[in-house]
């Protein structure tokens, strides 16, 4: 009798121990602070998976920069150091045209033109992805973007000379175009930078604002609402396709759930994020119109430059966004 026992409690340690050895954990870098939307949003798809797939496979989040700074997730996954992770895909337009799509000014301003412009470049986006051995899983929308200073700025005249936090290369264009001094610098590191003076002003949502307790530093925001930049979430082609096809249909059906997810909570936080910063002091309006048309100025040359740059399939996305 007692034999059996320990047989029997012998098979079940071991079947055990057969699970968690085929039981994968896969982290996943994030470049934005663990409470912002995004990254609470990427912490729900990473249970989504973990649960439908009876644990098979555990993804678990490393918000803000922690595992890997925003400008080298990227990297880090198409070489598989990391096997899946969020980025800002504007932010590699240099690698590829495609990516800065949702950067360029004034093209799609609102949520409902937001989704019609990534519904128009989804599929090449993700085609641009595949060929840097990278899977495409779901993408999500910051709130409209407006610019952050502290000091009144009626026109383009007002802003040169200062310098301006860019986080990707149409922010740095535009800055250019305004005769400021552009300086790259992740979200991560934003209010250290603007403290310190090596950043005066950004133009960000009100998302990231109210992340880096702006108010501190800053006096200005103009909601000039230029466009919606997109976090992406994408997975290592090599490590997707080493996955069973019900673990790769999870991971699909989480990341359409987080896309719809994502951007409600996006569209809901929007307007909040500005009443914070009003109430934190800030004074919160729109531009002047010498500002407005300053601005529209820069976005129908960076509208022209980009159309250059991608080509005949940059012309098919907008193309078919304007047919919508
Ligand atoms: N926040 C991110 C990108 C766009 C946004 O709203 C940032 O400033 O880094």
């Not at 973007?145 to 000091?151: E, W």
């Not at 950043?199 to 103009?222: C, M, N, P, Q, R």
Request: charged share 20%.
């Amino acid at each position: 009798m007692k034999f059996y026992v320990k047989l029997l409690a012998a098979t079940a340690l071991t079947m055990a121990g057969a699970n968690a050895a085929s039981a994968e954990k896969w982290d996943m870098p994030m470049a934005y602070p663990a409470t912002n939307y995004h990254s609470e949003n990427g912490a729900e798809f990473a249970k989504c998976v973990t649960d439908g797939s009876g644990g098979k496979l555990e993804i678990v989040t490393h918000p803000g920069g922690s595992l890997f700074s925003g400008n080298d997730i990227k990297r880090a996954v198409q070489t598989g150091q990391a096997p899946i992770g969020e980025r800002l895909l504007s932010a590699h337009a240099n690698e590829n045209p495609l990516f800065g799509v949702d950067s360029i000014p004034f093209l799609a301003t609102s949520f409902a033109d937001s989704d019609k412009l990534w519904k128009a470049a989804k599929d090449q986006v993700a085609a641009a992805l595949d060929e840097q051995n990278l899977v495409f899983v779901y993408s999500v929308p910051w709130p409209p973007q407006g610019f952050y200073f502290k000091k009144d700025v009626n026109s383009a005249a007002d802003m040169k000379g200062i310098k301006f936090r860019a986080y990707n290369a149409a922010t740095a264009r535009i800055a250019e175009l305004a005769g400021m001094t552009p300086v790259q610098i992740e979200a991560a590191e934003l209010s250290q930078a603007l403290a310190t003076g090596v950043a005066e002003a950004f133009i960000s949502s009100g998302s990231t604002g109210v992340d880096s307790k702006v108010w501190e530093s800053l006096t200005h925001f103009y909601d000039v609402q230029a466009w919606l930049p997109r976090n992406s979430v994408f997975v290592n082609k090599d490590a997707y396709n080493a996955l069973d096809d019900a673990t790769k249909t999870t991971i699909m059906e989480c990341g359409a759930k987080a896309a719809a997810a994502g951007e409600a909570t996006a569209q809901e936080l929007s307007a909040k994020y500005l009443k914070t910063l009003a109430e934190n002091g800030m004074k919160v309006q729109g531009p002047s119109d010498q500002l407005k048309s300053d601005l529209q100025g820069f976005g129908a040359t960076m509208t022209e430059e980009w159309l250059k740059n991608a080509g005949d399939k940059g012309k098919a996305i907008i193309d078919a966004y304007k047919a919508m």
